[in-house]
């Protein structure tokens, strides 16, 4: 039988360690798919460098035409990065008749749809488990393992550098400012850390895993996002107190035929299974309405981990191309795209304010809460013997996004309050 | 094309759960398989039964062979649970050249290595992605997520019932006996809690976990059991002080080609994943060389999660049928067995024990963990003062688990120990 040809864009540290597995479970593909997987033709910037592994030079290119003309090539690994000019080779691979295997999140979450349409098109395979959360197989999971439930709720720790440093800001008690130095020292945090620490990386993610579980088309511009750069050691020690970490989550859910996805910090309840994750490690937490809770957990990059998440979708291409099925499991049958209005997005609410150290106070307060319907599961005072102000932490039972937006903007009327110190969404 | 025909035996909940999804999500199953999925026998016990949901009566039979011996019929779902006749009725259909798919785990952990030896000389699939933790796709993961990674260390939380005992323990400070029967009366313990409680149920899950993991052929009796009827709620709280919690850990563990597979309590360090799974979830932690930890959560049992796995094993088989690749997956090219001694199990151990509460018994005690060189991480001396006892409490560095035993016999010679009252291994 004849082999499946395999065209790869880029040769870091991602496609070697494609190559290397490849070549090392040449049995394992055969007994998994029913024939041979080859990587024929290889796209480098310099077909004379030095490399880690040996590979003969006639399959190394530097014209990108090479691969995606080539008529006997199936597949396309995409491991080169970046948006442009990616996005390009992608589209005309695709109309070449080429499926694609990519672990391109950016690329993903910005022309996902158009590419998912030009997929559609030539009916062609686009896989990308190693997108998200690197080593678990969490697109798998949603496409296959829960293919005959509805998903009501995704919850997602996405970006490893953002927990690496809430986790490091709860261990040691530490500053924002500090610990993100030291993960910048240690390579987990980049020189310049808006992507993680805004939360775009995290929303990027998110757009891919709602489309997915949801089956609506959400675009990244659909996602609320808010980073983790105003977390203070003095909300992470209250939270603690009363039972909650702070984590940011990708929260996206579903109800009715509405979606929301956002990205925000999060006090997670402590025995929620989300809370204990820490450090860089990735979770996705999935509610479907048959299987109930489940979560899947495991490191969100690396090297091998993503390299083994990108041939285990090779195999699956492969299967589908003997099988005759390709481009039939993409997630082209949207719905209706309905996001949910502020009115209709729900949850507690963790709240510390700075107020006069006065009577009357809590009073005043807790009338505006009342006021806009949001009731109260617990509030709690510290006189400050310091200052002149008391600190007043409230946590709420649910209420909506809209109802707290109001109560906000009243405090910022009230002359008693003297600062709104923190609101975090709460789960768990 | 001609659709894949499903004959299935038995129609429990579970059953009705499959044929409910089959018949909900034909639109679904085509576009993943390229054909329809027809479920167009059922045995059961009594055709003429009132039923929940409307089957026509000619779908229904009485007799086996009317199923085993239909040559029209491609896959057969296992539902009728129990061990005859049902490993008979499997292993004709492998004959008769029929594919299963099944969730029954005492057939596969009691004959799996003769149920797939008949599958492998039929070159037929057997799947069981049900028979291990209902809801979480970890057979899958095993082996398609991981397929080019080499596994080191599964542990597994695969006992709900023992698992809704140890966390009611821990978070009510209850007595065993007094969980259990309250665990009885919801429904979560059976009346004879035996093979819940002593562990065999968890042992027969991690029998078919490790076979995966490792590939190498392990038996039922290779799995060295304790259960959970000896713990006590003194050890869960002196657990708890110390940071641990109590888990029924059913831990396989591969060193160089040996593999060592046990069910025990086990104290799991608080920041440990596995720590934080209580009730009635399952979760399955995964230790691979390329991906690192991962670990997978979610329900180990109940009727739409099973069904929804039953029906994901459907869809494999049917499309491996379309592939014609049936039975390349099956586990066969086992590895030599080779059962890790005594001297080569190594973790850390958490010992209780009631000693007489004067000068240099403590000296005493550690002397003998000297002579056999397990060393010590921590100690702890509460004396008694209602008692002639002290308690002493041990944390052991990494020692053997042969060491170990050397250890307790000696404290068994000394009359200064009154009572070696627990022993635990530890992890995380």
Known sequence: MKPIKVGMLGLGTVGTGVVRIVEGH????????????????ILVNDVTKNRSISIPQERLTEKVEDILHDPD?????????????????????????????????????????EIMAQAHEYKRDVMYEASVAGGIPIIRTLTEGFSSDRILKIMGIVNGTT???????????????????????????????????????????????SR??????VELSDVSVKGISSVTREDIAYGKTLGYEVKLLGIAERTGDGVSVS??????????????VSGVFNAVYVFGESVGETMFYGPGAG???????????????????????????????????????????????????RVADRAGVLARITQIF????????????HPN????????????????????????????????????????????
Chains 1, 2 share one sequence.
Do not use: C, W
């Not at 310091?386 to 903007?409: D, W, Y």
């Open 26 to 41: 040449q049995e394992d593909l055969v007994r998994q798919i029913g024939t041979a997987v080859e990587i024929s033709r």
């Open 73 to 113: 090539i199936d597949v396309i690994v995409e491991v080169m990065g970046g948006l442009e000019p990616t996005k390009g080779y992608v589209m005309e691979a695709l109309a070449q008749g080429k499926h694609i295997v990519t672990a391109n999140k950016d690329l993903l979450a910005l022309y996902g749809t």
């Open 163 to 209: 927990n690496y440093i809430l986790s490091a800001m709860s261990r040691e008690g530490a500053a924002y400012a500090d610990v993100l130095k030291e993960a910048q020292g240690l390579g987990y945090a980049e020189a310049d850390p808006t992507s993680d620490v805004e939360g775009l990386d995290a929303a990027r993610k998110m757009t891919i895993l």
């Open 212 to 217: 997915l579980g949801f089956h609506v088309n």
């Open 263 to 276: 990205v925000e910090p999060t006090m997670v309840r402590l025995n929620h299974p989300l809370a204990s």
């Open 303 to 353: 090297e091998l981990p993503t390299a083994t998440s990108i041939v285990a979708d090779l195999v699956t291409v492969a299967k589908n191309l003997r099988l005759d099925v390709n481009g039939s499991q993409l997630p082209l049958r949207y719905q209706e795209k309905k996001l949910r209005s502020p009115e209709q997005i729900v949850s507690k609410y963790f709240l510390l304010l």
């Open 370 to 381: 009342a006021d806009y319907k949001v009731s109260l599961e617990s509030v709690f005072q």
């Open 385 to 428: 013997a310091s200052t002149s102000h008391a600190e007043i932490i409230v946590i709420t039972h649910n209420a909506t996004k809209a109802g707290m937006q109001q109560v906000l903007e009243e405090f910022g009327k009230l002359d008693v309050v003297h600062e709104i110190r923190s609101v975090y969404r709460v789960e768990g």
